[in-house]
């Protein structure tokens, strides 16, 4: 199941990979009292208590033609531990009648593995990219942190270091223009090079908001942060900064990890506090 919403020339559509885990938001969000998520039981959590991730990328295309886009590429093949299935990005594409050959550009907003899993694809020990035409564009603070032997670990590994070798990654940093109308947006704090991608057309404005926020509680708590986060008090600025200039400016948001029914939406005002639309 895909989701799809035009701004301006381009499409923006959901690209799903694979059911997240079930959350535990006292363990994800330790600094957050239970008591504080009562406001926002009925539409952030489940009826059981807990709350559901998704994992998936966006695909952007123009009308006006130029590259396929694809922001984030999940968990990856698997199969998942917590599933035993594996992951359905490909599969999500080619209901879009989109091949892995059609992308021309990879935008990962950050490293961490639910975001990467499809980046690169193994026969035995030998990678390939799975988007064989693709140029990747990874975030240059992300890659200098990870790349560093005490920060290292098994997916940046996996699936990042070997866009090196295979000669298609490009490095990333500021706000760097991705195509007309198509720019990344730098909002650090979740790891030290996160970035969402901003698509401007015809005076609409929507942004992909990778792990900017994990729950819909965090647009009305926007200093509630998940264990995830590298530095809270970056990731919070950032989540407040961009979270102000979404409600102000109106633009249409894509989540990285919401369920699939309300994955996209706006940020609205209600008696001085800010809410999740979804539409
Ligand atoms: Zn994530």
Redesign the pocket.
Known sequence: MSTSLSIGEFEITTVQDHQGMDRNPSEIYSEVPGTAWDPYRDFALDPDGFYRSQ?RGHLIRSSNGGPSILVDTGMGPGPHDHTGNPGELIDSLNALCVSPEEIGLVVITHT?G??IGWNVSYDGDSARATFPNARYLIPRADWDHYSQPENSNDAFDHSVKPLETLKVLDLVSGVHEIMPGVSTLPTNGHTPGHQCVLVESNGQTGVIT??LF?NVAQISEQDWCPV?DWDTTISTRSRQKLLGRAERENWVVFS??LGIDKSIGKIVRNEGKTFWKAF
């Open positions: 994992w961490h639910d975001h990778g792990d994990h995830f990285g990890h």
